[in-house]
């Protein structure tokens, strides 16, 4: 009689701090990212006296593309 081979079960997979602090950290930096982006927007607007907030909407498209791009960064070229 032969002995059928079980497959070996993989061994439980800890959790890497490091990996859980790299990206939350992301996160904290893509927010704070977003709200510098929306309080310069507000002082440029405040300052030219605009009724529509085109500054700030300028600054915060500026600031998500720049918020992307750095967690992008940060998952292409891992550290």
């Given at each position: ?8 079960q ?6 890497n ?53 750095l ?9």
């Open positions: 009689m032969s002995n059928p081979q079980v497959p070996k993989p061994k439980d997979k800890k959790s701090p490091n990996a859980i602090l790299k990206y939350s950290g992301m996160a904290f930096q893509m927010a704070a990212v977003l709200f510098v982006g929306v309080m310069i927007g507000q002082q440029i607007d405040a300052y030219f006296g605009n009724e529509k907030p085109y500054g700030m909407l300028i600054c915060v498209l500026l600031a998500m593309v720049a918020a992307f791009y967690t992008l960064k940060d998952f292409i070229l891992p550290k």
